[in-house]
């Protein structure tokens, strides 16, 4: 890895590429730190810093993890990354429910910018619906679970429809930073922005940590976080690789075909989505319950002893099973057997021992949904560890770790296919410079 890394700044087109995707990287980073107008940023810095020495900030940790702090600082950037990454998986579920959707997507080059423009356009729009539901949370005093101290400097609704418009560019702001890193940088811009949000709050929390609980603690914490990440690598490089023959073809004088090669399937085929939908999914009711006036229910009860509480048996095994269950979902909606069966008989190709189209595609749903149980199990036994954690009596800054396995899966994800694309690009200039 770091020779890759000493190789691409030694070639200026990416060395440049790379300085590109720092510097945007930085400024988004920057842009995290800079507070709105009409917001007390002392108050709010009191606020956060008593409730990461011990307290849980519920329903936001998530989307806190995924803007870096910024949400609950409600910087500029406060509301981040989170509104297009909602409007991207909302686009490609419609992919699978409305017909024109599903067209779009099989044009090619000119149907998925069509795709991406609505993508933008639907970000933009739940960023504004974010950013107007953050505000308002902060004006009412529910974004920071007991924090005496006013928030807001301005609550009036000129002062708020300020600090909405302000969120909502800095969020479309953060999109144009992704694609611009997409297409000019190295790397998945989206992807990249998370990895950089996630990244610069592990010091933080490590000095938590070690200031809470010592260094015993501190280090088998560490010695811990080493052993998931090499798990995770180890299985994030897994994949089950099926023959594939292409049959020779004679098109002119010209004689196509006849190579051998495989269709890989990635024992993780759905990443870290089924983690997201899972845990978004699972903290709708502890919104509800916050966003409720009367908290005397029976119901309001039984959702903060069982869905709120992190180490709670009930939560961990929810958790578990909606990871599963949206792990076969997101697989089955994004890889199509039939289709990809299709593609293959198209150009001539088939595996061997199995006739094109139908049996073709039986045998890799027979394939996939072999790996996609073990992916699953891996998952969920990764997102469920820190709260395991929780369970066997951990408390205090242990409350940060809640997240820490959907943590660990974006940045090891993240900076392997990082890493790939800068190899695949370094194999491309030295196969070009040597035909050349």
């Known amino acids: 890895m770091l020779s890759a890394l000493v190789s691409a700044f030694r070639a200026p087109d990416l060395r440049r590429k790379i300085l590109f995707t720092l510097g945007l990287i930085a400024s988004y980073r920057l842009g995290a730190a800079l507070p709105s107008p009409g917001v007390d940023y002392r108050a709010i810095r009191h606020c956060v810093d008593q409730l990461s020495g011990g307290e849980d900030t519920g329903i936001y940790q998530l989307i806190n ?16 990354i989170v509104p297009y990454i909602t409007a991207s998986i909302i686009t490609q579920l419609l ?46 005093g529910h974004l920071l679970p007991n924090c005496p101290e006013r928030i807001l400097a301005d609550d009036s609704i000129f002062g708020m429809i300020i600090i909405v418009l302000v969120m909502t560019a800095g969020a479309a702001l953060v999109m144009w930073f992704g694609e611009q890193i997409t297409e000019r940088g190295v790397g998945n811009g989206m992807s990249l922005l998370i990895f950089a949000g996630i990244a610069a709050r592990i010091p933080g929390e ?30 994030e490089q897994g994949q089950r690789r099926i023959p594939v023959q292409y049959a020779k073809r004679v098109v002119g004088r010209k004689m196509y075909g006849g190579s051998s090669t495989y269709l890989p399937l990635k024992v993780n085929q759905a990443g870290v989505v089924p983690v997201i939908f899972a845990s978004s999914l699972l903290y709708l009711p502890n919104l509800i319950t916050q966003l409720a006036q009367h908290d005397s229910s029976r119901w309001q009860a039984m959702v903060r002893r069982y869905l709120a509480d992190a180490g709670s048996p009930v939560y961990i095994a929810v958790y578990f099973a909606l990871i599963l269950f949206f792990t076969y979902f997101y697989v089955a909606i994004t890889f199509n057997p039939r289709e990809r069966a299709e593609e293959m008989k198209k150009f001539g190709g088939f595996i061997p021992g199995y006739r094109p189209g139908a049996p073709t595609a039986d045998r890799l749903s027979r394939v996939l949904g072999r790996i996609t149980l073990p992916g699953s199990l891996y998952l969920g036994t990764v997102a469920v560890l820190p709260n395991l954690v929780l369970s ?5 800054s242990a409350q940060n770790l809640m997240f820490a396995g959907s943590s660990t899966l974006i940045v090891v994800s993240v900076g392997l296919d990082t890493i790939k694309q800068i190899e695949s690009q370094l194999m491309s200039r030295n196969y070009t410079g040597f035909l050349r």
């Open 95 to 140: 992919t699978v429910v409305i017909p024109r959707f599903d067209e779009l997507r099989t044009q090619g080059p000119t149907g998925q910018a069509t795709i991406g423009q609505y993508t933008r356009y639907l970000s933009v729009a739940l960023a504004i619906l974010h950013a107007t539901g953050l505000v308002a949370l902060a004006g009412r």
């Open 65 to 80: 993890l995924f803007s870096g702090g910024a949400m609950l600082q409600l910087s500029v950037f406060a509301v981040g």
């Open 392 to 396: 066997l009596g951990a408390t205090g």
């Open 206 to 235: 490590g000095r938590a940590i070690l200031d809470s609980k010592g260094g015993l603690i501190f280090g088998l914490v560490c010695f811990g976080a080493f052993g998931v990440i090499v798990a995770v690598i180890f299985v």
